[in-house]
């Protein structure tokens, strides 16, 4: 393709976009009184919220899930949280998490704006920063992995917010990509399901963990923003997604957690299947890093070789032609 890029959002504190949403949740958790923030994870979300909380000195409650990664666990635990695991489905964790803010006068600074508006405002910027970094000229596409549907809401939120400014004429168009283990909102888009009804997903099983959402919170305005945008909601297989975090990194050195490699997954199906050209231009959003979940890469690598024995004649075996 001649016009592909990448936003790499991995670079950000805590290795992840969730660091624009909790920016300016901690902020303005401060600025309404709070001292102690609570916030439902599968790992990305929590570690931000703890370690802006950690910066901002007030406390944080974290709700995470069985099987989350050692790594995002460390994360949490360096950033001084009070980590709670659960085994629960999302949306009773949501709901959970939701009573223990109004019963305690707690912030919940969950990712979804379903609970907190603020964390769309932060996210949003990513948007303004594309608009920056193309000079105004927007991608055709922006391909963004979906979970929870929080992040392609923001972004169209921005969209629509460069577009009543004037800077931009059109839309570009959105696609979400989840994987087909666990696709609620790709299943009520396709489906042109009313989105107030997104489905629960039984059994949800994915490799990419940060979109292991067998409930979208925002699903409903996630619909919305693929609609308003002419956009798609597509899904993509375990086998693709590991092909395509391999070579994110193998070709371009950019180490993504399985989740952020969907959008290259589903691109090559796009393109492959002439949905979208080769020469449009097109952004793919990586929005987190390998190591919050390194299992996934040595699981799914060729392990390592044993060199006890140090003969230099021996090595030339391992050498490609």
Not at 53 to 79: C, W
Not at 145 to 150: H, I, M, S
Not at 246 to 253: F, N, T
Request: proline share 5%; with cysteine.
């Amino acid at each position: 393709m001649s016009g592909l890029f990448v936003k790499d959002e991995s670079r950000n504190p805590t290795c992840s976009f969730k660091d624009r949403k909790s920016a300016v949740a901690i902020s303005k958790s401060i600025e309404d009184g709070y001292n102690k923030v609570v916030a439902a994870t599968a790992g990305n979300a929590g570690s931000s919220v703890a370690a802006y909380a950690a910066k901002a000195d007030i406390e944080s409650y974290i709700f995470a899930f069985q099987g989350i990664s050692r790594s995002k666990l460390a994360k949490l635990l360096a950033y001084k949280a009070k980590v709670f695991l659960t085994s629960a489905s999302t949306g009773d964790v949501l709901e959970f998490t939701t009573k223990v803010c109004n019963m305690y006068k707690l912030q919940n600074c969950s990712a979804a704006s379903r609970y907190n508006p603020f964390v769309k405002e932060g996210a949003k910027t990513s948007v303004f920063e594309i608009y920056e970094q193309t000079n105004g000229r927007l991608p055709d596409w922006i391909v963004l992995p979906v979970g929870g549907g929080g992040n392609i809401s923001a972004y169209f939120k921005g969209l629509k917010e460069l577009k009543e400014l004037g800077l931009i004429e059109k839309y570009p168009r959105l696609v979400g990509v989840q994987a087909s283990g666990c696709a609620p909102v790709a299943e009520a888009f396709n489906k042109n399901l009313d989105p107030r009804n997104i489905p629960k997903i039984k059994n949800p099983k994915t490799i990419a963990h940060s979109i292991l959402d067998d409930w979208a919170p925002d699903g409903d305005v996630a619909i919305v923003s693929l609609r308003e945008t002419h956009g798609l909601a597509v899904t993509v297989t375990e086998e693709e997604i590991i092909s395509a975090t391999k070579q994110l990194s193998g070709v371009e050195a950019i180490y993504a957690e399985p989740s952020s490699a969907t959008p290259l997954a589903a691109l090559k199906n796009l393109v492959s299947n002439k949905v979208i050209d080769k020469n449009e231009n097109v952004a793919l959003i990586v929005t987190g890093f390998g190591l919050n979940q390194p299992d996934a890469t040595i699981d799914n690598s060729p392990p390592a070789i044993d060199l006890t024995d140090l003969d230099v004649a021996n090595f030339g075996k391992y050498l490609t032609s």
